[in-house]
């Protein structure tokens, strides 16, 4: 038996009622913000992701679907939606335009990870990306949404948050942990050996215990900031504090993708195991000028929808529309005409097989119907069809002409 691949997996009827529910959720919530739809072609060319996720890390370096197509094209499956949005961006000259832009999107990414428990080789994100505005406020805009649309969805996270800093202060940042680094001699993994030349920043979140043991003593970018990254920190601190939104300091919090500056930030949640983040974001103002877009600053979060998936408190399901089925034979012919009345306003589903009415009530039970409506002989004699309200318990009988007229 053919099997799907490892780490991706399908979304059958029941666990679909949840990820609708989260999108729809997700969409009003990011529509009420002033974002719009965008789409995006899940295959790009591989250079997009080089150039934005960075070489240096995981995502690129170890993770990407990428191959040759039949035209000799060098191409992968997104690890991730932002790249794709702010090519989409640059390659129709909104940049140009000026002004904000705001986009959401969700779909499909795909990491070739070692796959386990809320990890997957094909997953799910909802993200959103805001162009032209380098406002802080627009940072904690982010930080609201998801905590809007996590609270709509009665889930509980923990924020985490840091800053990156700029061009301005990460340069001297960076030799400062250099040299901190140098210091440890060979104490550190492999990994970070590499990381030192490549992207230094990214052996604070080395998962190797004897190097988190040595880079507790690491110089603290947030201890290096320059004057507007640090201003832009302590206000957006103060517009969550203002609005309620706890979080904690994680200085070593420096995000998986290179793009990143100033604000980054993770939620995270204690009650799904060991992958832990629901969703992650940041600024990141220098991108759009290195994928050959006019210089303009970005911000934006993704959220990890299978993550989400087992958290979400559902509300209750409603009893809703139509179950509609005969008693005889003869009957069903009417009971089809009857349900294409039905289906013009609300859901109706037909029963075939002819039943007896105690096996139709069961029936409209299963499919979670509000009403229960049949057609027997007597019904048929009377041009008319039988209805049971399943909430209010009532019965009636109804001339066909008058159903659903
Ligand atoms: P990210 O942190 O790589 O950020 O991914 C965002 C979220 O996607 C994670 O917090 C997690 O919930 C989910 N996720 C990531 N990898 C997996 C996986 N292998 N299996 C299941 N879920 C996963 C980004 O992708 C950025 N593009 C976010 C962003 C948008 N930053 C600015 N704009």
Wanted: charged share 25%; aromatic share 10%; with cysteine.
């Amino acid at each position: 038996m053919i099997q799907s691949l490892r780490g991706m997996n399908d979304i059958l009827a029941d666990d679909y009622e949840r990820f609708e529910y989260f999108l729809t959720t997700a969409s009003t919530i990011a529509k009420r913000y002033g974002f719009h739809y965008i789409e995006t072609p899940l295959l790009e060319e591989t250079a997009l992701f080089k150039r934005s996720v960075g070489e240096s890390s995981d995502i690129v370096g170890k993770e990407m679907y990428q191959f040759t197509d039949k035209g000799e094209n060098d191409v992968c499956l997104r690890p991730e939606g932002t790249a794709g949005v702010v090519r989409a961006f640059v390659q129709h000259k909104l940049d140009k335009k000026g002004g904000i832009h705001r986009f959401y999107y969700h779909g499909p990414m795909f990491r070739y990870e070692r796959p386990q428990k809320g990890r997957l080789r094909e997953f799910h994100q909802f993200g959103v990306e805001s162009f032209g505005v380098a406002s802080v406020y627009e940072d904690a805009l982010m930080i609201m949404m998801i905590s809007d649309i996590l609270k709509a969805l009665g889930i509980g996270y923990r924020l985490k948050l840091n800053s990156l800093g700029d061009q301005h202060c990460m340069p001297a940042y960076r030799e400062k942990l250099v040299s901190f680094i140098e210091s440890c001699g060979d104490a550190i993994c492999g990994d970070c050996v590499r990381r030192k030349s490549t992207n230094p920043i990214r052996v604070l979140d080395c998962k190797n215990e004897t190097c988190q043991s040595l880079y507790v003593n690491a110089p603290k970018l947030i201890d290096n900031l320059c004057g507007e990254c640090q201003n832009d920190f302590d206000t957006l601190k103060q517009i969550l504090d203002n609005h309620a939104i706890a979080y904690e300091i994680d200085t070593n919090l420096v995000r998986g993708l290179d793009y990143y500056s100033k604000t980054a930030f993770e939620f995270v949640s204690d009650n799904i195991g060991s992958q832990s983040a629901i969703a992650g974001g940041g600024r990141y103002d220098r991108l759009i000028e290195f994928l050959d877009g006019k210089p303009t600053p970005a911000v934006g979060f993704a959220l990890g929808i299978e993550r989400l998936m087992e958290l979400i408190v559902m509300p209750e399901a409603q009893r809703e529309g139509y179950y509609l089925g005969a008693l005889d034979p003869e009957a069903i012919q009417s009971v089809l005409l009857a349900a294409e009345k039905v289906r013009r306003s609300t859901k109706g589903v037909v029963e075939y097989e002819p039943r007896s009415l105690k096996a139709h009530l069961k029936g409209a039970d299963r499919v979670n119907a509000r009403y229960c409506a049949v057609i027997g002989e007597n019904e048929l004699t009377q041009n008319s069809i039988w209805v049971k309200d399943l909430v209010e318990k009532t019965e009636s009988l109804i001339p066909l002409s008058d159903f659903f007229a």
